[in-house]
């Protein structure tokens, strides 16, 4: 009876994983109103990003997925800034870290924006389990795209939305 018991459990947290409930984090949506630190110690936002679209990162400097697909943030940030991307990285490592954030940036050649999250509110708010996680945010605060795993710079479908996305030149 008590196997019954742990099993039906484990089987309600496991549907809690899934995917978000309606009216929540989904494409198509609001992007949720997120705020976070940056490096020193100013507060920020989503909405101070408003007008622009952003590829907003969730990631940490233990997870390995999210130290090989840096080279590909960093790819999609340098082609695409100059014409108005905002590329975030939002680390979830502990306040203790932020020494080993500024040496893990430098060391992989990271020069987009890193934000700190330390509590996880980003996990909550983007309805999310694990790294790394990548949302598309349109100008408007629309979700345009999301990804679990790792990004790809050569993603046709992204580098789509990214294209859709930007102000016309």
């Given amino acids: 009876m008590r196997m019954m018991k742990v099993l039906s459990a484990a089987v309600v947290l496991l549907a809690a994983c899934g995917d ?11 992007a949720p109103p997120y705020v976070a630190q940056v490096l020193d110690g100013d507060r ?22 999210c130290q090989k697909e840096i080279p590909a943030l960093e790819a999609l940030h340098r082609e695409y800034g100059p014409r108005g991307l905002r590329v975030v990285g939002v680390s979830i490592d502990q306040a203790s870290e932020q020494q080993a954030i500024r040496e893990f940036m430098q060391e992989h050649g990271v020069s987009f ?15 999310m389990v694990g790294v790394p996680n990548t949302f598309l945010i349109g100008a408007d605060g629309t979700l345009l795209w999301k990804k679990v795993g790792p990004v790809h710079a050569t993603d046709n ?12 030149t």
């Avoid at 978000?20 to 609001?30: D, F, L, M, Y």
């Avoid at 479908?157 to 016309?168: F, H, M, T, Y």
């Fill in 157 to 168: 479908e992204l580098r789509g939305l990214i294209e859709k996305s930007l102000p016309a």
């Fill in 20 to 30: 978000a409930p309606p009216g929540t984090v989904a494409v198509g949506k609001p």
């Fill in 113 to 127: 924006d890193v934000w700190l999250d330390p509590s996880g509110d980003v996990t909550s708010q983007f309805s």
């Fill in 44 to 65: 920020t936002s989503l909405a101070d990003l408003q007008g622009r679209p952003v590829l907003l990162n969730v990631w940490a400097t233990w997870c390995g997925p």
